[in-house]
Nanobody
Framework: QVELVESGGASVQAEGSLRLSCVVS????????VAWFRQVPVKEREGIAA???????PSADSVKGRFTISQESAKNTVFLQMNNLKPEHTGMYYC?????????????????WGQGTQVTVSS
């Protein structure tokens, strides 16, 4: 069984920064990729970025230059560095892992999900 635990969410002022962490426990090697998503009530889940074991790190156009995903394999952890935050970045952030692919759009059914960490950005 693979478990994902997010942390690092907080309330910050606009233009601030946060680094979210997603610790993958269990059989980490069973996952091929980990992705970050943002969920806001009454809106569709939004894919932010993904990190593959191959080193590929696709990201949504809306976060390029602002959010960066990285992975520290020794600690089984995937990070999401978020800079120059804006109120529209407020939401619950989830990480998800999959044995095959981590698309950021569409209705792909990920194998594993974390419980989420809340990010609130005030103006």
């Amino acid at each position: 069984q693979v478990e994902l635990v997010e942390s690092g969410g907080a309330s910050v002022q606009a233009e601030g920064s946060l680094r979210l962490s997603c610790v993958v426990s269990g059989f980490f090697a069973r996952t091929n990729c980990v992705a970050w998503f943002r969920q806001v009530p009454v809106k569709e889940r939004e894919g932010i970025a993904a990190s593959y074991t191959s080193g590929t790190t696709p990201s949504a156009d809306s976060v390029k230059g602002r959010f960066t995903i990285s992975q520290e394999s020794a600690k089984n952890t995937v990070f999401l560095q978020m800079n120059n935050l804006k109120p529209e970045h407020t939401g619950m952030y989830y990480c998800a892992a999959d044995k095959a692919i981590c698309p950021l759009r569409g209705k792909h059914s990920y194998d594993y999900w974390g419980q989420g960490t809340q990010v609130t950005v005030s103006s």
